[in-house]
């Protein structure tokens, strides 16, 4: 069957081939600088680190970028593990990336980077390892530690480290270098008037502050020679009052005019959580948010911009192109949901892009685990043993699968991938299971994209769907099949509260399917974050909200990096009660009580909202009847996406 590349005319502007320096670019798409911490306590590449960059050149990306390695480690180590181009034998699995990189169709690229003061202080990054003093532009006492004033000979010795860095990179085969000075880290740290209070030639006026970043650029083409791409990092607005604003971004751009190959336009700083979300744009932005940064600089350059900004949908790429708006766009957690986005949009498969749902359980396993994972791509953090794809069944079996919610329908895709016979039954009427209600809030719509993205899969993968029917130990035994997944939920937990079964008490999932059973006023019973995030969804639907948790806090079980980006909407949308516990559900709220004190909350509406437990004894039920039998989702534990997601691909691949 002929190769049908119909994307090309779909998105000319995004498949235009262009050139940068001595490099022809295929596409305008270049995967973002992203750096996973599957690295050794030396600061080397791992064999995981290589997958997961060959994976990248694999789906199409014109160009793939690594991201943060760190020129001069002495100082410059701001997380736990980083790529330290200083260290000894760091060049043989750098070599062997560029090579992979290569040898699946796009350039190498990689970012060199020094966290300034971070280096020496605890950071999103985290604690270990870190460098004995913290050096940034001037003495400042920061909330974790004292700062060193970073002295001249000091400086220029980082401004050569730039230059050797990039030349041990261009030796490894890498094909362009970027220069990080955004986020928050040592370039940004120099250019903020906030932190920088030299009175020498690098403090002051705007061009002295910028002098290190602009020497360290020379020093870096000096060293990789005149045709070799550089890539500069800057922001387009720091979006604080500690960093640098708009009008002072484009004069930064200018200087680097014709010094630079392309200028990559971010915002924000990493270790503020609430910048952090919109450096990488939580659910609560619109895609894109952050384009109209590039869009700035480029009126005032000649030099190519890249723009970023939680970019995942071809069109909305071909139209920032094509509009004006940037030369290029960077791909960053897209990409690891979907590494093969450029390729699928060549094919003109957009419908077939596995959304990022910007939850950042990247980040949060990166430090957490010092690894990567991602809620909607199960292959993410082991791309070593999944790179060479996956063997066919031994053995064609009848398999049925009991529920399609994510995990059903994610076992029963690829058991069907695999060649088993699959059946796929639900009690509702339509696939997709607590993926519906999960995804109806206005900020999660990249969930209700999901299941759709999985609902057309499993049609596509040839799988039976039977609807509206429950599975029972009779259908199992009628069925008879060879294999039986169980994957038929959770049940919402429903406490001996007096007044629970009010007409005016709403389970949750029920009030995030037809909020308009709620009344004006709705208190909501668990502080977790499904609780949390109806607060925000019903806020915005004019109600007022009150959250009743009886822990210190609420989205505790949130990871942290998306915790910084829903605290805020929270607290706009809903009064908070913690350490708070719900004695009774009357006529007109609740009675609660705190530290001995109880009180009433008026509410029209009062939302359950107080987790899930699994029917662990109907799945035994369902799992008595077969030989071969495996339990997946909420189901077996009740979790996330990810656990859902996860589980059942690997136990369909043991099939």
């Not at 994307?7 to 262009?18: C, D, I, R, S």
């Not at 990567?372 to 064609?396: D, H, T, W, Y």
């Not at 699959?422 to 339509?430: N, R, S, W």
Request: hydrophobic share 40%; charged share 25%; net charge negative.
């Amino acid at each position: 069957m002929a190769d049908k590349r119909n994307g090309k005319e779909k998105y000319p502007h995004l498949f235009e081939a262009t050139r940068i320096g001595n490099l022809r670019l295929k596409n305008r798409i270049i995967a973002a600088p992203t750096s996973p911490s599957c690295i050794t306590t030396e600061g080397h590449f791992t064999y995981e680190m290589l997958a997961y960059l060959e994976e990248r050149a694999k789906g199409g990306a014109a160009v793939v970028t690594y991201g943060e390695a760190i020129v001069h480690s002495a100082t410059g180590k701001s997380h736990n593990k980083q790529l330290q181009l200083d260290s000894f034998g760091v060049k043989q699995l750098l070599r062997e990336a560029s090579r992979l990189i290569h040898n699946n169709g796009a350039y190498a690229n990689i970012q060199l980077s020094h966290g300034g003061m971070y280096g020496g202080l605890e950071s999103v990054g985290g604690t270990d390892g870190r460098c004995s003093e913290a050096y940034g532009p001037s003495e400042f006492d920061m909330p974790q530690g004292h700062v060193k004033e970073m002295p001249k000979e000091l400086i220029d010795e980082i401004i050569d480290s730039y230059g050797k860095g990039a030349k041990l990179c261009k030796d490894c085969g890498f094909d362009m270098v970027q220069v990080h000075a955004a986020h928050g880290w040592l370039f940004s740290q120099f250019l903020s008037p906030y932190y920088n209070k030299r009175t020498d030639e690098f403090g002051g006026s705007l061009e002295n502050r910028a002098r290190f970043f602009v020497k360290a650029v020379e020093a870096v083409r000096e060293a990789v020679g005149p045709a070799f791409p550089i890539e500069a990092r800057i922001s387009g607005d720091d979006l604080s009052d500690t960093g640098i604003g708009m009008d002072e971004c484009i004069e930064v751009a200018k200087m680097l005019d014709g010094k630079v190959d392309l200028i990559n336009v971010s915002c924000g700083n990493h270790e503020d959580p609430a910048l952090f979300c919109r450096t990488h744009p939580s659910a609560f932005f619109k895609r894109g948010v952050n384009v109209y940064l590039a869009a700035e600089i480029k009126k005032h350059v000649k030099t190519p911009v890249a723009c970023v900004g939680s970019l995942n949908d071809p069109a909305q790429m071909e139209e920032i192109i094509a509009g004006g708006e940037s030369d290029y766009v960077e791909i960053g957690r897209a990409l690891v949901a979907d590494p093969y986005i450029p390729e699928k949009a060549l094919r003109d498969e957009a419908e077939d892009i596995t959304p990022c749902l910007r939850c950042y359980e990247c980040f949060g396993e990166t430090v957490q685990c010092e690894n990567i994972k991602c809620a909607v791509n199960p292959k993410i953090g082991l791309q070593l043993f999944s790179r060479n794809g996956f063997a066919p069944a031994a053995e064609k079996k009848r398999v049925l699968v009991a529920g399609g919610g994510p995990a059903g329908m994610q076992a029963a895709i690829t058991l069907a991938g695999r060649g088993h016979e699959v059946t796929l039954v639900e009690k509702a009427d339509k696939l997709g299971g607590n993926l519906h209600p999960a995804g109806a809030a206005y900020f999660k719509r990249d969930i209700a994209k999901f299941y759709q993205v999985l609902i057309n899969r499993v049609h596509k993968a040839g799988v039976r769907v039977v609807l509206n029917t429950e599975v029972t130990p009779a259908y199992v035994r009628e069925a008879a099949p060879d294999v039986l997944f169980v994957a038929i939920g959770s049940e919402e937990t429903l406490p001996p509260i007096p007044g629970i079964r009010g007409e005016n008490v709403v389970m949750a999932i029920d009030a995030e399917l037809h909020p308009e059973k709620l009344g004006k006023k709705v208190v909501i019973m668990g502080g977790g974050l499904v609780g949390s995030e109806a607060a925000v969804a019903f806020h915005a639907e004019g109600r007022e909200c009150a959250i009743i948790e009886m822990k210190d806090e609420v989205a505790g079980d949130v990871n942290m990096l998306y915790r910084g980006g829903l605290m805020p909407e929270i607290e706009k949308a809903a009064a908070i009660y913690t350490n708070t516990v719900v004695k009774e559900i009357t006529d007109s709220g609740v009675t609660v009580e705190r530290a001995g004190e109880q009180f009433a909350i008026e509410a029209d509406s009062v939302v359950c909202a107080l987790g899930f437990h699994s029917p662990w004894d109907r799945v035994d039920a369902l799992c008595d009847e077969v030989v071969e039998s495996y339990i997946v989702g909420d189901c077996n534990q009740v979790a996330k996406i990810f656990e859902a997601v996860n589980d059942a691909f690997y136990a369909a691949m043991r099939v």
